[in-house]
């Protein structure tokens, strides 16, 4: 069964980036979407884009655009999501997620397995 | 993109069916078939409960079923468990490669 596991909790400063890993093991990785969804104290979950990575190209959602990169390594069945100018508003869990469908798009799909989620503090 | 719309909580004592709606716009719910739905105990993940409206993943139980009408799609939890007590999210499709979350609904057992 597949598993995602993602990179350890990070303290960044405002306005500088993160970059978060999500690694993929049990199973295949390059044809199955991965999303990033993040999650604030207390508030609800939100979509930030996914990708697949046997094809390459990224999704994003608008608020994210220009502030978000998703990318996939292949050959270490790695995703990663990098997100820079942050904001104390940025602080969250976030999560990437593997989307149920083979070869699926990234956005018209479900979520089936998870990884267990990085917390990112943002704090000067 | 706007969030979908769910209300804030709702409550239900062991052995009783509930359901949670999800209101959305002709945009997102009501122009596609793309509606999840996702379970959230506090500190871990989502867990997915309900996938294009209606389908369960393999090997679920047959307590939650999922169903839309227009705008608003629906989340029904029938002979309510302890452990059901969570929060739920659904999730549409919303068009231009995007995808939009509800706000979240705290489902309390009495």
């Known amino acids: 069964q597949v598993q995602l596991v993602q990179s350890g909790a990070e303290v960044k400063k405002p306005g500088s980036s993160v970059k978060v890993s999500c690694k993929a093991s049990g199973g295949t990785f390059s044809s199955y979407g991965i999303s990033w969804v993040r999650q604030a104290p207390g508030q609800g979950l939100e979509w930030m884009g996914g990708?697949?990575?046997?094809?390459?190209?990224?999704n994003y959602a608008q608020r994210f655009q220009g502030r978000v990169t998703i990318t996939a390594d292949e050959s270490t069945s790695t995703a990663y999501m990098e997100l820079s100018s942050l904001r104390s508003e940025d602080t969250a869990v976030y999560y990437c997620?593997?989307?149920?469908?083979?070869?699926?798009?990234?956005?018209?799909?479900?979520?089936?397995?998870w990884g267990q989620g990085t917390m990112v503090t943002v704090s000067s | 993109q706007s969030a979908l719309t769910q209300p804030a909580s709702v409550s239900g004592s062991p052995g009783q069916s509930i359901t949670i709606s999800c209101t959305g716009t002709s945009s997102d719910v009501g122009d596609y078939n793309y509606v999840s739905w996702y379970q959230q105990h506090p500190g871990k993940a989502p867990k997915l409960m309900i996938y294009d409206v209606t389908k369960r993943p393999s090997g679920f139980s047959n307590r939650f079923s999922g169903s839309k009408s227009g705008n608003t799609a629906s989340l029904t939890i029938s002979g309510l468990q302890a452990e059901d007590e969570a929060d739920y999210y659904c999730?549409?499709?919303?068009?231009?490669?995007?995808?939009?979350f509800g706000g979240g609904t705290k489902l309390t057992v009495l």
């Open positions: 990708i697949i990575p046997i094809f390459g190209t990224a």
């Open positions: 999730c549409s499709y919303a068009g231009n490669s995007t995808l939009v």
């Open positions: 997620a593997r989307s149920i469908t083979i070869f699926g798009a990234v956005a018209n799909d479900a979520f089936d397995i």
